[in-house]
Structure formats: structure tokens, C-alpha cells
């Protein structure tokens, strides 16, 4: 009954924990700002674009095909953080589950 308690694995399962934490928060602020260049630059692109509309038929063309465009490119971002998150998970899966071994 006076079995020395081991606290080794679970202080090492914590401090695995917070660097996936860290790890995950990090690549969650490079992902912000690599997406707000993308936008930024998506904008300044279209911008330029529409300097040669001539037509109604062209602005709603260019309109339509812009569109587009900004939804594919928030699809594509909002599927890398789904992946900086999906990551995280399993590694603290991983972690949690290697704690009750």
C-alpha cells in the first residue's frame, strides 16, 4: 500500500501535450498569415482585372469567375487548418493513449 508513485509518465504525457499544443498554435499563425497574403494577393490580382473590364457582359463574367476563384481559395485554407487541427488530435491521441499503457 505504500508503493512509491511514479509521477515520470504522466508530467512527461503533460509537457508532450502543451508542445502539441504549442506546435499546433504555431502552425495555426503561419497558416493566418500565409492566408491573409493569399487573400491580399487574390485582391490585388482581381483588382488589376477589373481595370479592363469594357462590357456588363465582362463585369458579370469577371464577377462570376471571381467568385469562384475566392471560394475555392477559403475552401483550400479552411482545409489546411482542418488539417493543422486533424493533426494535432491524433497526436494527442496518441499521447493520451500511451498514458494508460
Known amino acids: 500500500m505504500n508503493a512509491p508513485v511514479d509521477f515520470q509518465k504522466p508530467f512527461e504525457a503533460v509537457k508532450t501535450l502543451m508542445n502539441i499544443q504549442a506546435d499546433a498554435i504555431t502552425k495555426s499563425v503561419e497558416q493566418q498569415k500565409k492566408s491573409g497574403e493569399e487573400l491580399a494577393e487574390f485582391f490585388k490580382t482581381e483588382a488589376e482585372k477589373a481595370k479592363e473590364l469594357k462590357t456588363p457582359e465582362d463585369v458579370i ?41
Do not use: C, H, P, W
Not at 471571381?66 to 471560394?71: Q, S, V
Not at 481559395?73 to 498514458?99: C, D, H, P, W, Y
Open 61 to 101: 463574367k469577371y464577377n462570376m469567375d471571381a467568385n469562384k476563384a475566392l471560394f475555392e481559395l477559403m475552401k483550400a485554407q479552411g482545409e489546411a487548418f482542418t488539417a493543422i487541427a486533424t493533426e494535432a488530435r491524433e497526436a494527442a491521441m496518441t499521447e493520451v493513449s500511451n498514458l494508460t499503457k
